[in-house]
């Protein structure tokens, strides 16, 4: 008990402010949000964000505050919505949509994963 409040109480002091306050801007600032013993830069062309670290991992504060994931999700959604689709569909001119991608997975158990993946490539490219 007393650890989670521990927990709990450095979130509250140490990333909410900077959660907040990336997430009720109009701009991108949210794309900024990572742990605080990570660091995002801008990517080499410009156009993004470069994230200074060599694994994926969980940003803590959502796992804390699950509001603060909410109102991350719901902002992400906004400004990127995806449709998920079984397959890509032709673009206007009866051609099909060509894009490549590369997935790195591995394992069995997060097939489903991947499988959510392909559908939301599926659904975002096959419409374009």
């Not at 156009?47 to 504060?61: F, I, P």
């Not at 490539?121 to 419409?127: C, H, P, T, V």
Request: a positive charge.
């Amino acid at each position: 008990m007393i650890a989670r409040l521990r927990v709990l109480l450095g979130v509250l002091v140490k990333d909410w402010r900077r959660y907040n306050k990336a997430l009720s801007s109009p701009g991108a600032d949210w794309l900024r949000l990572c742990n605080r013993y990570e660091r995002v830069g801008l990517a080499p062309d410009g156009a993004g964000v470069r994230c200074d670290w060599e694994w994926t991992s969980t940003l803590h504060a959502p796992t804390v505050l699950p509001s603060l994931g909410r109102r991350l999700f719901a902002k992400a959604l906004t400004e990127h919505p995806f449709e998920m689709a079984e397959r890509p569909a032709g673009d206007t001119d009866g051609q099909p949509v060509e894009v490549s991608f590369v997935i790195g997975h591995r394992g069995l158990d997060r097939l489903p994963h991947l499988l959510a993946t392909l559908r939301s490539i599926a659904g975002r490219w096959g419409s374009a």
